[in-house]
């Protein structure tokens, strides 16, 4: 059984930094795209960053290129999202996901498993 547990999150100040890991188990998703997601109360679930499992390219939402960062560590089958220079415009229940193929599309329809997620909470 496919599982992706997260971990990080929390609370920081405006202007700060967290780093969210996603951890897989039940397969190894080396090949496989992976991406981060983010729901903000009353709102969709809105793409934030994705990366492809080959040749590691990245894809990211424009309201956070250039602050965040997706990564991955395909020996510990884990993703990262280092998030830096938070405001409180990213405060919202942060979701990792994975495909079972190569991509990394912006659809949410497009991943297969789902993090339980993790709240991010920026106080100004």
């Known amino acids: 059984q496919v599982q992706l547990v997260q971990s990080g999150g929390g609370l920081v100040q405006a202007g700060g930094s967290l780093r969210l890991s996603c951890a897989a188990s039940?397969?190894?998703?080396?090949?496989?795209?992976m991406g981060w997601f983010r729901q903000a109360p009353g709102q969709e679930r809105d793409f934030v960053a994705a990366i492809d499992g080959p040749g590691g390219l990245t894809l990211y939402a424009d309201s956070v290129k250039g602050r965040f960062t997706i990564s991955r560590d395909n020996a510990k089958n884990t993703v990262y999202l280092q998030m830096n220079n938070l405001n409180s415009e990213d405060t919202a229940l942060y979701y990792c996901a994975a495909r079972e193929s190569v991509g990394l599309p912006r659809a949410r329809y497009q991943y297969d498993y789902w993090g339980q997620g993790t709240q991010v909470t920026v106080s100004s």
């Open positions: 039940g397969r190894t998703f080396s090949r496989n795209g």
